[in-house]
């Protein structure tokens, strides 16, 4: 049987992120709920491929589709679905398991909701029998019983990086091959606006279907995450991602982790909360392992609006653990979410942005909080008839919610000069003009540079 995990590709459009599926591409990055799946199909005998097509391009044939799906990339899906009627077609990720119907356009397409790696097998043979599917009967949408959560994420083979070809680079490292790696899945916290990574959203947003609050987290083992990472180093990969949204979930594991891949000497990221990361001993570690920038959400340094949006976060500690992370020279990156709270207003944000540009990071992602679909911000922004505009979804740019004491237009404007504000001074672009030796690092900073603008308009 062959298989193929078709993606539309729409060159002269803004292109939707899969890894998280909130935001627009500013650098492509491989995709790791596909990835996982094909492998799980390939260590079974299934002739598996990835493809990725214009509307201009023929579909090549193959026995069965899959079809990775985020809220973003939500229509360019539904059409290429259309050109697969007469197809059998499997749709996955976090969109289609909150919104299965809107997938279930034809009766020999199917949904596979939350964590896909342990149903998929059974799933191709007969999809109407097995748990975590929806489907077509009579009309009418039919929702098998849910499949749960994957107890043993080390029982998962390693993504099939090997059938894709393209080629990526992370212009936050040094510009070589690179990857990423999920070393576990889901977040304790409880940020009300949160969309965490698209197979760890799909994951809890099956679980809420069933269940009162949040999935427990799962871990994988230091030993198979070590040789996950010796796996890619066999592959030519020379950088990685950690792309967990609570990668720091117990310290003995976590240097367990970087004892086990120093000697490797790959260079990498990860993203952290600020209060796990202010922590000397777990720093120095990764400074040690190769770790060369730790992504944090910090979105205010207003303590009245974490606690509104329940970060359970002190600004004190945000601001310990990028000195913290500046000392032992591994890179803050900050992200910045505007309008997350009806308590924020113009002076509160503006405020925020001064401490940014005082921090010693030269890089922050600036957005505008947007009530996406699934999330406890949603509903809130529902109930207090916030939502102004519901079809223009891009938190680079764009405001869909409207508060009494700070508007779409504002936000808008806020967020624009916060980010020329951070980005067009002296600092960033000297931090970024000494990363530019060679001709590779100037194309991927300057497409990088391309497709900022482009989501911006």
């Not at 990857?179 to 760890?200: D, E, Q």
């Not at 944000?349 to 001064?354: G, M, P, Q, V």
């Amino acid at each position: 049987m062959k298989i193929i995990f078709i993606k539309s590709h729409q060159l002269d459009k803004k292109i939707p992120e899969m890894v998280y599926g909130c935001s627009y591409t500013l650098y492509p990055t491989p995709d790791l709920a596909t990835l996982y799946n094909a492998a799980v199909l390939k260590k079974a005998g299934y002739k598996v491929s990835i493809c990725k097509i214009t509307k201009e391009d023929s579909i090549p044939p193959a026995d069965v589709y899959f079809i990775n799906s985020v809220i973003l990339s939500y229509d360019s899906d539904i059409e290429l679905g259309k050109r697969l009627k007469n197809k059998i077609v499997f749709y996955f990720g976090p969109y289609p398991t909150l919104f299965p119907e809107k997938y279930l356009k034809f009766n020999n397409h199917f949904v596979l909701r939350g964590e896909t790696e342990h149903t998929i097998l059974n799933t191709i043979k007969n999809p109407k029998k097995s748990q975590g599917v929806s489907y077509l009967s009579k009309g009418k949408v039919k929702h098998n019983q849910t499949a749960g959560i994957i107890e043993n994420l080390d029982s998962i083979p390693f993504p099939l990086r090997e059938i894709d070809h393209q080629k990526y680079y992370n212009p936050k490292l040094n510009f070589k091959k690179f990857t990423n790696v999920l070393a576990s899945r889901g977040c304790a916290n409880r940020c009300y606006f949160c969309v965490p990574n698209s197979m760890s959203w799909s994951r809890e947003l099956e679980w809420k279907r069933y269940q009162k609050g949040k999935p427990p987290i799962t871990i994988r083992s230091a030993e198979n995450i070590i040789s996950e990472i010796k796996e890619i180093k066999n592959l030519g990969y020379e950088e990685f991602s950690f792309i967990d949204d609570q990668f720091i979930v117990d310290k003995t594991r976590v240097l367990s982790i970087l004892k086990g891949i120093k000697p490797l000497k790959m260079k990498f990221g990860i993203l952290a909360r600020a209060d796990r990361i202010n922590d000397r001993q777990i720093v120095k570690a990764l400074y040690d392992a190769g770790c060369q920038y730790v992504d944090i959400g910090a979105e205010s340094f207003n303590q009245k609006v974490l606690d509104d949006i329940k970060k359970d976060i002190r600004v004190k500690t945000i601001i310990d653990a990028v000195n913290l992370l500046a000392k032992y020279k591994i890179e803050p990156k900050l992200n910045i979410m505007l309008g997350t709270s009806p308590k924020e207003n113009k002076k509160i944000i503006e405020d925020t942005i001064r401490k940014t540009l005082q921090l010693p990071t030269s890089h922050c992602m600036f957005s505008i909080a947007t009530p996406f679909p699934g999330t406890e911000f949603r509903k809130v922004a529902q109930k207090n008839k916030w939502i102004i505009k519901d079809d223009d979804t891009n938190p680079a740019s764009h405001a869909q919610i409207n508060y009494p004491n700070l508007s779409n237009n504002e936000l808008e404007k806020l967020n624009s000069a916060a980010n020329r504000r951070f980005y067009i001074r002296g600092k960033t672009i000297f931090y970024q003009l000494k990363k530019l030796k060679s001709f590779r690092a100037v194309k991927i900073l300057l497409i990088t540079l391309i497709n900022h603008l482009k989501n911006f308009k």
